[in-house]
């Protein structure tokens, strides 16, 4: 089973340039996780007959949104977080407005894994919102992955918008409390890791190099000068199903880049 997930930075940006289908059509994934799709579903001039779709877009209009594109029909989808889970980490919103209403996390149950997809959201440049990120963002994500898995495994991706260690992007030392690679975006990735999941890129892959996501400034795809802050981890019972885990840095309209895993059956 192949599973992907890419933050299309508005799905129909993607469409509009003739890069979505020929990427389908080329890397055939069994389930597709998109972030940041920016649309309604029924906005999205995407015809995809092979598949389900399953869209969680925010309540306003052009903004965030996350959908899963599956071939095999889901047992279940939840949107968002359970209320138990926004009442324990009061994820009630900040000048920015009410992360629960800006379409981040989908949850899919098949019948052996939970595929979760997220949009975590930017701690912004003026890190106005690390504080929602640290207290209860990050918290909130972790227990509702961990409660999840109390019924079966669980594999989680999309954009976390953090670069877990100095590794994970190429300028490590001036970006050393900017957005994206604060200690507070760190330490909440690090309790992923803490709790059992697995960054499956990092079974078969170490170093530095790559990445996922590169500003729009200064030619830093093309000199490779970016950020790896999507992710596809996995709950430590999947660890040795996973086959491969990568990144596909040539898949091009957007300002990421698709990530993937191949599992061996279940």
């Given at each position: 089973m192949k599973i992907y997930s890419w933050n299309v930075n508005g799905i129909r940006a993607v469409h509009k340039k003739n890069l979505f289908l020929p990427f389908i059509?080329?890397?055939?994934?069994?389930?597709?996780?998109l972030q940041e799709t920016k649309a309604q579903q029924d906005q999205s001039e995407v015809v995809l007959p092979d598949y389900k779709e399953y869209w969680y877009s925010a309540e306003k209009p052009g903004y965030s949104g996350t959908s899963i594109f599956t071939k095999e029909n889901p047992i279940s989808i939840v949107n968002g977080f359970p209320k138990d889970i926004?009442?324990?980490?009061?994820?009630?919103?900040?000048?920015?407005?009410?992360?629960?209403?800006?379409?981040?996390?989908?949850?899919?149950?098949?019948?052996?894994?939970?595929?979760?997809?997220?949009?975590?959201?930017?701690?912004?440049?003026?890190?106005s919102r690390v504080s929602l990120r640290?207290?209860?963002w990050d918290?909130?994500?972790?227990?509702?992955?961990?409660?999840?898995?109390?019924?079966?495994?669980?594999?989680?991706?999309?954009?976390?918008?953090?670069?877990?260690?100095?590794?994970?992007?190429a300028r490590p030392k001036p970006n050393k409390g900017k957005k994206g690679f604060t200690e507070e975006e760190?330490?909440?990735?690090?309790?992923?890791?803490?709790?059992?999941?697995?960054?499956?890129?990092?079974?078969?892959?170490?170093?530095?190099?790559h990445y996922t996501?590169?500003?729009?400034?200064?030619n830093a795809r093309a000199r490779n000068v970016g950020w790896r802050i999507d992710y596809m981890l996995v709950s430590k019972s999947l660890k040795n199903k996973v086959k491969s885990a990568k990144i596909h840095a040539d898949v091009m309209g957007s300002d990421h880049c698709p990530v993937s895993i191949e599992l061996d059956s279940i």
């Amino acid at each position: 089973m192949k599973i992907y997930s890419w933050n299309v930075n508005g799905i129909r940006a993607v469409h509009k340039k003739n890069l979505f289908l020929p990427f389908i059509e080329k890397h055939r994934p069994d389930v597709l996780c998109l972030q940041e799709t920016k649309a309604q579903q029924d906005q999205s001039e995407v015809v995809l007959p092979d598949y389900k779709e399953y869209w969680y877009s925010a309540e306003k209009p052009g903004y965030s949104g996350t959908s899963i594109f599956t071939k095999e029909n889901p047992i279940s989808i939840v949107n968002g977080f359970p209320k138990d889970i926004i009442e324990k980490f009061q994820v009630s919103g900040d000048i920015y407005g009410d992360p629960n209403k800006e379409g981040r996390v989908i949850a899919a149950e098949f019948a052996k894994f939970f595929v979760v997809t997220v949009y975590t959201p930017n701690a912004k440049d003026d890190l106005s919102r690390v504080s929602l990120r640290h207290k209860q963002w990050d918290p909130a994500f972790l227990a509702y992955v961990k409660q999840l898995e109390k019924k079966k495994p669980v594999i989680f991706t999309g954009d976390l918008n953090v670069a877990h260690t100095e590794d994970d992007l190429a300028r490590p030392k001036p970006n050393k409390g900017k957005k994206g690679f604060t200690e507070e975006e760190r330490e909440g990735f690090q309790n992923f890791i803490n709790a059992g999941f697995v960054d499956t890129f990092r079974i078969f892959t170490k170093g530095n190099g790559h990445y996922t996501w590169w500003t729009h400034f200064a030619n830093a795809r093309a000199r490779n000068v970016g950020w790896r802050i999507d992710y596809m981890l996995v709950s430590k019972s999947l660890k040795n199903k996973v086959k491969s885990a990568k990144i596909h840095a040539d898949v091009m309209g957007s300002d990421h880049c698709p990530v993937s895993i191949e599992l061996d059956s279940i």
